[in-house]
């Protein structure tokens, strides 16, 4: 069966501390690994990994996917209060076309 | 602007009662979705529709019902048969073709439904 596991579950930091947050897998027919953020409401879109070893970034953030170890890190330097949410992790390679999800991992961030 | 919306915000059943959720997007998207969300848990597929006027069934699909009449609108039934409803639901849309496109899917804002 299909999986994705985050870890750890749960973090708590103090503003500017850099924190990495893992995403394993264990898949049949992979494509592509997705990051989102949820904050209240409605998952948001953060990198789409297709490749092994190229590195994504976005401001803060940045992720990167080894394909022979089969997981991706998602990074957050000099965190900032606004950067608390739940990450989730999702894999994208059914023959469903859905994603899989992990369970997230809820990072808070303390001024 | 485009986007997804998803309404309503809030939504209460009663026992025995079918209820429906909307689901409308803009984006010109082919395939959409619907994810029931628990607390702790990841997001788990009830049921997609890659094309209109067809639809399959995801992980947890009974007690649910949906429709795809239009391009832009999946509705989804919560019914009397689904004996635990209450969650947060997300729908959520992705442009069909290959690559980054496809597989990016854009969620809606999400419905709460409880249970009275």
């Known amino acids: 069966e299909d999986k994705v596991v985050q870890s750890p579950l749960s973090l708590v930091v103090h503003e500017g501390d850099t924190v990495t947050l893992n995403c394993s897998y264990e898949?049949?027919?992979?494509?592509?690994l997705l990051w989102y953020k949820q904050e209240k409401k409605a998952p948001t879109f953060l990198f789409m990994l297709t490749s092994s070893g190229i590195e994504k970034k976005s401001g803060r953030l940045s992720s990167i996917l080894d394909k022979k170890e089969l997981f991706s890190i998602l990074n957050i330097t000099a965190t900032q209060t606004g950067d608390s949410a739940v990450y989730l992790c999702a894999y994208a390679g059914g023959s469903q076309g859905n994603l899989i999800f992990g369970k997230g991992t809820k990072l808070s961030v303390k001024p | 602007d485009g986007g997804i919306t998803q309404s309503p915000k809030y939504l209460f059943r009663k026992e025995g009662q079918n209820v429906t959720l909307s689901c409308e997007q803009n984006?010109?998207?082919?395939?959409m979705y619907w994810y029931r969300q628990d607390p702790g848990q990841g997001l788990r597929l009830i049921y997609y529709?890659?094309?209109?006027?067809?639809?399959q069934k995801g992980d947890i699909a009974e007690g649910y019902s949906v429709s795809r009449e239009k391009k832009e609108s999946f509705p989804l039934t919560v019914t009397s048969a689904q004996k635990n409803p209450t969650a947060f639901y997300l729908c959520a849309s992705s442009m069909d073709g290959r690559g980054e496109v496809r597989e990016t899917q854009y969620f809606g804002p999400g419905t709460r439904l409880l249970v009275l």
């Open positions: 529709s890659q094309i209109v006027n067809d639809f």
């Open positions: 984006l010109n998207h082919d395939a």
């Open positions: 898949v049949t027919n992979f494509r592509s």
